[in-house]
């Protein structure tokens, strides 16, 4: 049973292009999460989707940032017009769809803005 | 909202020493989970053990147990016989039971090295 998986692994962009993010949840997991880390700090919880569905984005910034989970294919973190400070590694997690049970991470996407 | 607080930035013991790592809490809810998150120099976010706040009894895997105080809102991690693997940043995190609100939040972790 593979993990999640997440691809790219490393991500560079010049300031102002576009950044896509790929995220492949566990088999028979339909519940996905996107998490920010910044250099030296802890995760920081983004968005949490489901299939077709955007169940909380209170993680997101405003503008700039959008998710999806379409009915086939990936999960997909989007990120617009990048800045330097977009710079981190953003995590995807997948869980079973009932509450309270443990989230299972990705390897990481690390997104360098030049 | 929830907050996690990791009062040890660092820590550093010998190999087969036990180390507690600390993490408390802030929720007005009664009934949630609690997590202990190992990040390897990999980078990979690794489940360590995991608590539900109704059980009294502390969870327990292997060499990991934790001490949970659901009065104090403290969730500490006891690694017993530490091994070189277990150079790690260690992150606790908080994640409420209702359904739909199954976010993590993460405390700002600890780094913990363990010394041959």
């Known amino acids: 049973n593979a993990g999640v998986m997440q691809n790219p692994r490393h991500l560079v962009r010049r300031r102002g292009q576009e950044a896509r993010l790929r995220c492949s949840p566990m088999?028979?997991?339909?519940?996905v999460y996107w998490y920010r880390q910044l250099p030296e700090e802890g995760l920081k919880f983004m968005v949490y989707?489901?299939?077709?569905?955007?169940?909380?984005e209170s993680g997101m910034p405003k503008e700039r940032f959008s998710a999806e989970f379409p009915k086939e294919g990936p999960s997909i973190l989007r990120i617009q017009q990048v800045v330097r400070g977009d710079s981190a590694a953003y995590f995807c997690?997948?869980?079973?769809?009932?509450?309270?049970?443990?989230?299972?991470f990705g390897p990481g996407t690390r997104l360098t803005v030049t | 909202a929830q907050t996690v607080t990791q009062s040890q930035p660092e820590m550093s013991v010998q190999e087969a020493e036990t180390v507690t790592l600390s993490c408390t809490y802030d929720?007005?809810?009664?009934?949630?989970?609690l997590f202990w998150y190992k990040q390897p120099p990999s980078r990979q976010m690794i489940l360590v053990i995991r608590?539900?706040?109704?059980?009294?009894q502390n969870a327990t895997e292997n060499r990991f147990s934790v001490n949970f105080q659901k009065a104090a809102k403290s969730f500490s991690l006891k690694i017993s016989d530490s091994q070189l693997g277990d150079t790690a940043m260690y992150f606790c995190?908080?994640?409420?039971?209702?359904?739909?609100?199954?976010?993590?939040?993460f405390g700002q972790g600890t780094r913990l090295t363990i010394n041959p």
């Open positions: 997690a997948s869980s079973p769809a009932r509450a309270g049970y443990e989230q299972y």
């Open positions: 088999k028979g997991h339909s519940h």
């Open positions: 989707l489901q299939k077709e569905n955007i169940i909380d």
């Open positions: 929720t007005s809810e009664s009934n949630y989970y």
């Open positions: 608590q539900e706040a109704y059980k009294q």
């Open positions: 995190a908080f994640m409420k039971s209702t359904q739909g609100a199954q976010k993590l939040v």
